[in-house]
């Protein structure tokens, strides 16, 4: 939301018995990350269940969608957290203004809140991804359901909202090598990057699968709107989106205006100036893992990126995701990790 005030959810106690994790908030406030108390009413459930977004410091909101636990939204105006009503279901979120606020949760509605309830509005395919440019300018994206264009899994699919209506958009056809045609073929959920009218994003990779189930085509490709028609490209055009990274995509939302002209992340490993060179980034210092202490095992950690965003005004972002040790026996641990990059650190 700014360089001094962003808010995270994360697992605890991050060193010593981390089999008995629980779910907290973290508010940054602009030299440290502090545990804050959860919303009214908030029961603890897996942090896979969570959803946190926000459009301002006064205007944040904290959702939970899970089978077993139920739908739950709260919403924080900047001095204390009030639970709201819950939309139908949450896979993604684009939160526009404290009365205006887009959810969608991998079927064929979506739910906005208006400031005061929730209302469904039907979709013309399944979304599973939003980004919102403004109150009738919303994106959505999903993948068909059973096989279109030669794509045994799904194809790619975006829609739009214009203040009215939402419609499913024309995209150009995704198609891979000749030499692939025979492999099952599939398009992972495309992750969207809206920072203005005229310069929308989708981005994903297309995967071959072989009869053994094992990947044997990997290729990420992007789709760019530019106020008029839709593009097939290379993410490698977009400055200041991210490429798939892992098992998703990763994606930087507000990089445009005060973030005009800066660097970008793409990855754990690599950035991108902006004039297009890719550099490598140095790994952050080792994390202490089970004792409690950085062991010899625990310098072989990893980062592993789920999201990153940049901090508005600077030429900085933050980081989420997890450290993780594997193959090292009693050694090994996975957890959470905020970090942040600076591609000009002082000196």
Known sequence: MSAHDAWAVALTPVVGNVDKQQVTLLRYDGSSWRPQTLPPGMEAAPIAEYRLEASSPRDVWLFRSGPNTGMYAAHFDGTRWQQTPAPGGVSDVAVLGPADVWAVGESTTAWHW???????????????????????D???????????DGLTY???????????TWKR??????????????????????ALYAPAADDVWAISRLVGEDDNGDAVYIAPFAFHWNGTSWSKTSPDACRRCGIPAGDGIVTADGMEGDNAGSSMLLSSVHDRSPHGRPRTIGSPPAAAGRSGKVTGADRKQKLRLLEITAIPGTDRVWGVGSVNVEAHGDANFSRGAIVQYDPHPRD
Do not use: F, I, K, Y
Request: charge should be negative.
């Open 138 to 148: 919303v994106w959505a994206s999903g993948l068909t359901t059973g096989e279109e």
């Open 114 to 136: 208006d400031g005061s309830r929730w209302t469904s509005v039907p979709l013309p395919a399944r979304a599973v991804q939003l980004a919102g440019v403004a109150g009738d």
């Open 169 to 190: 958009e024309q995209l150009p056809t995704v198609e891979p090598p000749s030499a692939h045609r025979s492999n099952s073929m599939g398009a992972s959920p495309m």
């Open 154 to 164: 799904g194809a790619p699919m975006v829609l739009h909202w214009d203040g009215e």
